[in-house]
């Protein structure tokens, strides 16, 4: 085996193009233990965070700016270290849609909304030197990007009115432990909006949607766009991964401006123990985050439950719906 930083990824979560309904009291009408903030008036109060990013008060957001429309990406690792994580993911999931179904515009509309789910297998094929030798060349295979369909799905992606669209998600979710061991997230997320938009994945970015990417992985970002890869001998797979920024240019220019795109990670704040097992470092999506700014999260995927992270995603999109600018 390739002397990696074997399971790397990603996926995750993502959503909320703009608030949560609220009742005649003032509290949340939220069907799940989600803690999304905001309010679906425009008379709600903003979160610390809201109020950083917009720099002004939620009456102060037009209803004609923030945006109606959310696209939602999951990239999860499918390497074999990710069972634990997937089922507490899926087990989530009929609540993440829950709260989804209450989001409003800021004129009392239900939220357009799309998921899709892509894993992080990429087809790449790698010879690693050990003793001054290569070894004879790994070949991995993967999803490069297509979205994971299932019985009855009319398209590669979910909509709102579809039937059964939480169980079918959980399905399509459930990805499997069988792709690579080294995972590509980013780069996942590349084919899955770029080079998958000319195919299967054709039609599922709408320009007036806020596009919303979640990565889970308790590894760390392996990206390549090569298909042929020799690895130094003694260096891991960051020796001659894709520069994070090559991503974020990547999704700047897909939407035309930083605003109308976010990002949330659940991986490895440090390295971790927890109900799911290990997870290392993930440095390189920690870069990632950093560089998107205030328009991505990173969350813990050692906490125990996954809820967490997922709430803290959907706060993320959120905000950056309301703040959604034009061209």
């Not at 030197?129 to 993967?142: A, C, D, F, L």
Request: with cysteine.
């Amino acid at each position: 085996m390739v002397n990696k930083v074997h399971h790397l990824l990603v996926s995750a979560v993502a959503a909320g193009c703009v608030v949560v309904a609220c009742d005649s009291a003032g509290t949340q009408d939220d069907p799940s233990s989600f803690g999304v903030t905001g309010s679906g008036g425009d008379s709600g109060s903003l979160n610390q965070r809201d109020s950083e990013v917009l720099g002004s008060s939620d009456s102060e957001v037009s209803a004609d700016t923030a945006c109606k429309k959310m696209d939602i990406v999951f990239v999860v690792d499918n390497s074999l270290s990710m069972k634990e994580e997937q089922t507490n993911l899926a087990s989530n999931f009929p609540k993440f849609v829950d709260v989804l179904n209450k989001f409003t515009s800021k004129n009392g509309e239900p939220i357009d909304y799309r998921i899709a789910v892509t894993t992080t297998g990429i087809d790449v094929n790698v010879t690693e030197v050990i003793s001054g030798k290569n070894q004879p060349t790994e070949v991995q295979k993967g999803e490069n990007g297509a979205f994971k369909t299932t019985t009855g799905m009319t398209r590669p992606w979910l909509e709102r009115s579809d039937a059964n669209i939480s169980s079918t998600f959980t399905t399509i979710a459930n990805v499997g432990l069988a792709g690579p061991s080294w995972e590509m997230p980013l780069e996942g997320s590349r084919r899955a909006l770029g080079d998958r938009l000319q195919d299967t994945n054709k039609g599922f970015v709408r320009d007036d949607a806020l596009l919303g990417i979640v990565y889970l992985t308790d590894e760390d970002d392996c990206s390549l766009t090569k298909a042929n890869i020799t690895l130094p001998e003694g260096s891991t797979c960051s020796a001659v991964s894709e520069p994070t920024g090559t991503y974020t240019s990547f999704f700047d220019k897909l939407k035309g401006v930083r605003g109308r795109w976010a990002a949330a990670v659940i991986a490895g704040q440090t390295k971790c123990k927890s109900t799911f097992g290990s997870a290392i470092e993930a440095k390189r999506l920690k870069t990632f985050v950093t560089e998107v700014g205030a328009s991505a999260i990173f969350s813990s995927i050692c906490e125990g439950d996954l809820s967490k992270g997922l709430e803290e995603a959907l706060n993320t999109f959120n905000t950056a719906c309301k703040s959604f600018p034009a061209h």
